[in-house]
């Protein structure tokens, strides 16, 4: 291979193709004597190719070729005409260096890959038994065992078992492993063994039938007296047996170590006898045990020494087990320990750490535990030790929703097998992520990743971290159904005082109003009862991840009220898993979604739909609001269909946007807020325009039909001219007519007019929606003039008598409804006005800054704090709009980009224009979008209107939960909104008032 350039060239390239990282190193390793009968062998390359890591498999090929006693023929022969071992082999070493270590050490063991019998697959105790027959000492076992889990490894590496199924060969092994190391002891104190029956009882994961390759074997021991002997005196005979047992797995000889033994899972720990009998077991568990013991048994399995006292150990403690739900605080103490693991992991490692960190193993286990130990008392099927079983059997009685268990199966699978191949590569015991990229890309390539090892490896990895410690928050808060429901006709799982415990600790601020509403959705064994058990442990949870889970809980109980007759409500919440989530944080965010909806409880299909949560266009909006309005039979009526379209639309808006804002388990928070923001204005300017659509076409049909005397035409005016409305805000307007062919000025006059008041008197009708308030203040001489205008009175007023700000306000105008050719020429008058072809000059300029200071002087409300107010306070909305509006009006006529309604349009041309920096440009919007989102949250949570953040200090933490806060940052929201504010007005003292 090494005669010519060329050839060696092409081979160099060949082994990067084929995955090797050192393909020098490579080259020299194929022309050594070591692998001469096969180096051209087209296989070859192709196997180790495949394999996690082709440099390391070589290295390892070529160590265990030099180590054949009788040379490598044998080896070498086989390897290219047996696919299946060629797999095997090649697999473990590529993957594992450890295992290349041993077959150097045992160069014949490769052997005991050859065979490829179906009873070869899936071997069990008895199998690995046999395995180990014959190693008569310590040394010989560990041997042995090692050749045992390499078998375990190859046919895990190769994909002949999944994850599940080599856990379980492992703790097979492990058990096999124990009862020869016992045997060892036995042997070799035989009067030991003759004065004692000892019990071997496995816990943790090999009793759970879910071993790693390197792990600690947790165990307890019990023991009783021999026919003949004395108490005593067996249990110290059994005390010996047992610590050799353990020194015979956990010492370290030429050959290494098995693992060690643990058995501070016993009774009182390390300060406890090593061995107790029977009795003093099940006296201390029924007396001074604590919650995590219990928690610890649900894996208890007797695996070595006396099976009959093994079976008499776990059928003893098996009712103190599935009673432990029963404890007081059971619950808070199982999630305290689990927060405990995670507070004593070193910062350093928390990013890292597989197993204990936060969407980690531990968390699907304590999921899956929590839920066994609860629900098992009553249903025998959850009664299993192994985690992937008893997720399915969960998922099976409907403890659990069968994507929830389908995703939790999916990311533990996937993080298991993260770990054994850490583990496997150096047999060392390690729950952390490697650092170093080979580290990564061995890792990745063992899992199948091959385009991008590194950056598909840490992509899955998240994505199923995410996945665990989003259904491990779920699932967590489902023992509440307990604590409120009879699962079976006059059983009660809890006092109504320890419920309300665990409802206070969840953070209902009034359990015993929160345990009646759950007593009122979940008692009784209707069907409906039925389905509200399965949902209501999840809504619960979801409730108290909001600012207010009392208010959520009502309201989904009014809702509940008003639907539950209804067949496809709860079935939408069950199967739909979107619309249980949804509604979930609708119902809890604050009041305007809630009351919108309780108008309408049908609107919460809406939560269900793919395209529910999507705001409808004024194009879609319009049509169906003048439908209605054309069926009507009176223009009450029609203003209410109006209406009802507003409410309905009004509901979809909020809820897309509080769940854009809170994220859900499908989707993360919004992360862009300008968007956020952008769309809720967009949306309630389109539905505002078409609600006064609704109401005009009604005044016009009450009167004269379908065609009114005067062309007639809404203009909008400030945000609803801008697009963008919130929750919260009036409709400026101006209105404007224009007579028709053969109609008077005085006759069209009085029909504009008329137009006008019914069109306030419908739109100002006490109802319980949000109130839709016209407000005509900005038209011509303000509120002096006329509500109503020609466009020829308004071409005259503004070429005679406008003032700057008049010209400033009709930066925002746009045709809102009514007569478009009409609206279009208003504008076309407007554009002369707002966008002077000269610009501003400095007089102009100087009258709006006093104008300004003169507002900001007068209007801002007495006592308001004026680094807070939104709208008139420091770096606040009018601030920015202000600044951006005073570019528009200097430059517009040279920068078309500045011809548009929408602040945030304006302020990216004019960035993009030069005229103002970049920076200074990113900070005005930043002020201007979370100014436009405090707003939005204070309608949405209290319901009204408010410029402001609320003085209540719940109402405080909802709006820091819609911003993104978390629990306990409400403060950090505000001095946030002081920083961001504090420098927008910065830019607004450079930029409009020239400091």
Not at 43 to 56: H, M, N
Not at 76 to 105: C, I, N
Not at 461 to 466: I, P, T
Not at 543 to 561: E, I, Q, Y
């Amino acid at each position: 291979m090494t005669t010519a350039p060329g050839r060696r060239s092409s081979t160099f390239t060949r082994l990067l193709r084929h995955g090797f990282t050192d393909a020098s190193a490579a080259e020299r390793l194929l022309d050594g004597p070591a692998l001469a009968p096969v180096r051209s062998h087209p296989v070859l390359l192709d196997a180790l190719g495949a394999t996690a890591d082709p440099d390391l498999a070589l290295r390892g090929l070529v160590r265990l070729a030099e180590a054949q006693p009788d040379g490598p023929q044998e080896l070498l022969s086989t390897l290219v005409t047996a696919k299946p071992l060629r797999d095997r082999l090649l697999g473990v070493l590529g993957a594992s260096e450890a295992l290349a270590d041993h077959l150097a050490r045992h160069p014949l063991d490769w052997r005991a890959l050859v065979t490829y019998e179906a009873a070869d697959l899936h071997p069990g105790v008895a199998d690995f038994e046999r395995d180990l027959a014959d190693a008569g000492d310590p040394v010989s076992l560990r041997v042995a065992y090692r050749r045992c889990l390499l078998s375990i490894a190859a046919r895990d590496v190769c994909g002949t078992t999944d994850v599940a199924q080599a856990a379980a060969e492992l703790a097979d092994l492990a058990t096999a492993t124990l009862r020869a190391a016992l045997g060892l002891a036995g042997a070799a104190a035989p009067e030991d063994a003759a004065r004692c029956r000892l019990a071997v009882i496995a816990m943790g994961k090999c009793g759970g039938h879910e071993l790693n390759y390197v792990s600690d074997v947790d165990v307890i021991f019990v023991a009783e007296a021999a026919d003949g002997a004395g108490e005593h005196d067996a249990l110290q005979a059994a005390t010996r047996l047992a610590s050799h047992m353990m020194r015979i797995c956990s010492e370290t000889t030429v050959e290494g170590t098995i693992w060690p033994v643990d058995a501070n899972l016993r009774p009182e720990g390390r300060n406890g006898p090593l061995v107790r009998t029977l009795s003093s077991h099940v006296a201390y568990y029924q007396r001074w045990a604590k919650t995590w013991e219990f928690q610890a048994l649900l894996k208890a399995r007797p695996v070595a020494g006396d099976p009959e006292l093994g079976a008499a150990y776990v059928d003893a403690l098996a009712p103190l087990v599935w009673q432990a739900a029963e404890r007081d605080n059971f619950v808070t103490d199982v999630q305290e320990m689990r927060r405990r693991v995670v507070d004593n992991i070193p910062r350093a490692h928390l990013d890292r750490e597989l197993k204990l960190g936060p969407g980690g193993l531990r968390d699907v286990e304590f999921a899956v535990q929590l839920l066994q130990l609860v629900h098992g008392r009553s249903d025998g099927t959850l009664r299993s030790g192994t985690t992937l079983s008893a997720l399915a059997s969960l998922a099976a009685g409907g403890y659990v929703g069968r994507s929830d268990a389908a995703q939790l199966d999916a990311a533990y699978r996937f993080l298991r097998t993260m770990e054994h191949r850490i583990q496997l590569h150096r047999l060392r015991r390690t729950h952390l992520v490697p650092e170093a990229e080979e580290d990564l890309r061995r890792l990745g390539r063992s899992l199948g990743l091959r385009a991008d090892p590194v950056a598909e490896l840490n992509r899955e990895w998240k994505r199923h971290a995410s996945v665990v410690r989003r259904l491990h928050e779920k699932l967590f808060y489902r023992p509440l159904l307990d604590a409120v429901a009879q699962l079976a006709p006059g059983e009660i799982r809890l006092s109504p005082e320890a419920a309300g415990q665990r409802l206070e600790a969840l953070g209902y601020a009034d359990p015993a109003a929160a345990l009646r509403h759950l007593e009122a959705l979940a008692s009784g064994v209707s069907r409906k009862a039925a389905i509200q058990r399965t949902l209501l442990p999840v809504l619960l949870g979801w409730f108290a991840d909001s600012a207010d889970p009392d208010a959520g809980l009502l309201g989904f109980r009014k809702v509940s009220d008003a639907l539950g007759t209804t067949p496809w409500y709860l079935r939408l919440l069950r199967d739909e898993g979107a619309a249980a989530e949804n509604l979930a944080r609708v119902l809890s965010a604050g009041r305007l979604a809630p009351d919108l909806l309780l108008r309408a409880p049908e609107a919460v299909a809406i939560l269900g739909a793919p395209e529910g949560l999507e705001p409808r266009g004024r194009d879609h909006l319009e049509p169906e609001v003048l439908a209605a309005v054309g069926r009507a039979d009176t223009p009450e009526q029609a203003v209410a269909a109006a209406r009802g379209v507003r409410r309905r639309e009004l509901f979809r808006t909020a809820a897309a946007d509080i769940v854009a804002s809170y994220g859900t388990e499908e989707a993360p928070a919004h992360p862009d807020a300008g968007a956020l923001v952008d769309q809720v204005g967009r949306a309630v300017t389109d539905l505002n325009a078409a609600t006064i659509a609704g109401a005009l076409r009604a005044a016009v049909r009450a009167e004269w039909g379908d065609t009114l005397p005067t062309r007639f035409a809404v203009i909008g005016m400030g945000r609803f001219g801008g697009r963008e409305q919130g929750y919260g805000s009036d409709a400026d307007v101006l209105f404007v007519h224009e007579p028709r062919d053969g109609v008077g000025e005085e006759e069209a006059a009085r029909a504009a007019n008329r137009v006008v008041a019914e069109m306030r008197r419908l739109l100002q009708l006490p109802t319980t929606d949000p109130p839709l308030p016209i407000d005509a203040d900005l038209r011509p001489e303000g509120r002096s003039g006329p509500l109503v205008r020609t466009l020829k009175s308004y071409e005259a007023y503004y070429r005679r008598w406008s003032l700057g700000w008049e010209s400033q306000a009709l930066l925002r105008a746009a045709p809102m409804a009514g007569d478009p050719d009409l609206g279009r020429r208003f504008i076309e008058l407007a554009d002369r006005l707002r966008y002077p072809a000269k610009g501003l000059d400095e007089a102009a300029v100087r009258e709006i800054r006093r104008l300004k200071a003169r507002m900001e002087n007068e209007r801002l409300p007495r006592g308001a704090d004026p680094t807070l107010h939104t709208k008139l306070g420091r770096g606040g909305l009018s601030d920015v709009e202000w600044t951006v509006q005073l570019l528009q009006l200097r430059h517009a006529h040279e920068v078309p980009g500045l011809r548009t309604t929408r602040t945030r349009e304006a302020l990216a041309a004019a960035r993009d224009a030069g005229l103002i920096g970049e920076q200074d440009a990113r900070i005005l919007d930043e002020a201007w979008v979370l100014a436009s989102r405090v707003r939005n949250g204070v309608m949405l949570v209290r319901g009204r209107a408010g410029d402001t953040f609320p003085a209540d200090a719940r109402e405080l933490a909802a709006v820091g939960r819609y911003l993104g806060y978390g629990p306990g940052h409400a403060g950090e929201m505000v001095d946030d909104y002081r920083r961001t504010t504090r420098r927008a007005r910065a830019v607004v003292e450079q930029l409009f008032y020239g400091a």
